[in-house]
């Protein structure tokens, strides 16, 4: 982490500007991922649906 860190500066605010925009980037992660299985779930419940309601058994 030595690269992104500026020896002139306060160490404290510099990590914790890296601990924000890391657990930012984490939070766009998982909202994405969970967007994306929400959207297949739905996806497969109303493929299996429109199956049960076609009379074929």
């Known amino acids: 982490m030595p690269q992104f860190l500026t020896s ?26 969970t967007s994306v299985i929400a959207a297949a779930r739905t996806a497969i419940d109303n493929c299996g649906a429109m199956q049960s309601t076609d009379g074929n058994p």
């Open 8 to 33: 002139s500066r306060p160490i404290a605010p510099q990590i914790a500007t890296l601990t924000v925009a890391h657990i930012a980037v984490v939070l766009v992660w998982l909202l994405f991922w």
